[in-house]
């Protein structure tokens, strides 16, 4: 991706940028599904694991729309569209926090913090596998204790519980591609603004850290952040930054 032409991207821009991601990953998702049913459990759970990381990236493109201009001239736009296990964690997040009007942002304020907490501490684990078997299901490789793994490894139960994932996340994206939607993210409405600012806020906190437990802070803190600037009040239990 040519992040400066994302920083040089207009609104309408990059909220038509996430629509494509949430039309490909719904397109990525039905081939996970085809090689899955043709008996070829590998390249079926790499391909649902893109179709959630395709739509993290729908979801990032979302946060640059709503930044304010002066913040996304410096935000860290390699990281929000390269890093592959912050997008799978973003992907995640709003295959659980279903996607629907008045949008993610809204939804995530709306729901009770106890339920938030529990459904934020359970991102990384997923958000790990994917990662790790999305590449095994493409490449043979040589673990540190020379023990050779191949996709074959992968197992039909691993395939299973990705392509669920898939279907959450495919089917919560899919609010990228409403009209109406697209239109009020245009507008840059104010909890997506604050969603924006607390992104950004997350990853200076990370540093330059590319890991699982990483990405997953990430979000945990974005949200957290999120929940504080506009509701006043600390984030409680597994919220708490």
């Given amino acids: 991706m040519d992040l400066r032409a994302v920083k040089a991207a207009t609104g309408p821009e990059l909220v038509a940028g996430a629509a494509a991601a949430a039309r490909n990953a719904g397109g990525l998702l039905r081939d996970a599904q085809i090689l899955a049913?043709?008996?070829?459990?590998?390249?079926?759970y790499a391909l649902a694991a893109l179709a959630v990381e395709e739509v993290g990236k729908g979801g990032s493109l979302v946060t640059l729309a709503s930044m304010p201009d002066a913040l996304r001239a410096r935000a860290p736009v390699g990281r929000l569209l390269e890093w592959h296990q912050l997008k799978q964690a973003i992907g995640q997040l709003i295959a659980v926090v279903p996607y629907r009007q008045p949008g993610l942002a809204a939804r995530v304020l709306a729901m009770p913090a106890t339920d938030l907490a529990q459904l934020l501490s359970a991102l990384e684990p997923p958000a790990e596998e994917a990662d790790r078997l999305k590449r095994g299901g493409l490449y043979a490789d040589i673990g540190q204790d020379g023990r050779i793994r191949e996709?074959?490894?992968?197992?039909?139960?691993?395939?299973t519980r990705q392509l669920a994932r898939a279907r959450l996340a495919v089917s919560s994206g899919a609010m990228m591609l409403n009209p109406e939607e697209q239109a009020r993210l245009v507008g840059r409405p104010e909890e997506c603004v604050e969603l924006s600012r607390a992104a950004v806020g997350a990853l200076a906190k990370v540093?330059?850290?590319?890991?699982?437990?990483?990405?997953?802070?990430?979000?945990?803190?974005?949200?957290?952040?999120?929940?504080?600037?506009?509701?006043?009040?600390?984030?409680?239990?597994?919220?708490?930054?």
């Fill in 37 to 44: 049913e043709a008996n070829s459990p590998a390249r079926a």
């Fill in 151 to 159: 996709p074959s490894e992968i197992t039909k139960a691993e395939v």
């Fill in 207 to 241: 540093g330059y850290a590319r890991t699982p437990d990483a990405a997953a802070d990430v979000v945990t803190t974005m949200v957290s952040t999120l929940w504080e600037r506009m509701t006043g009040s600390p984030a409680p239990g597994a919220l708490a930054a």
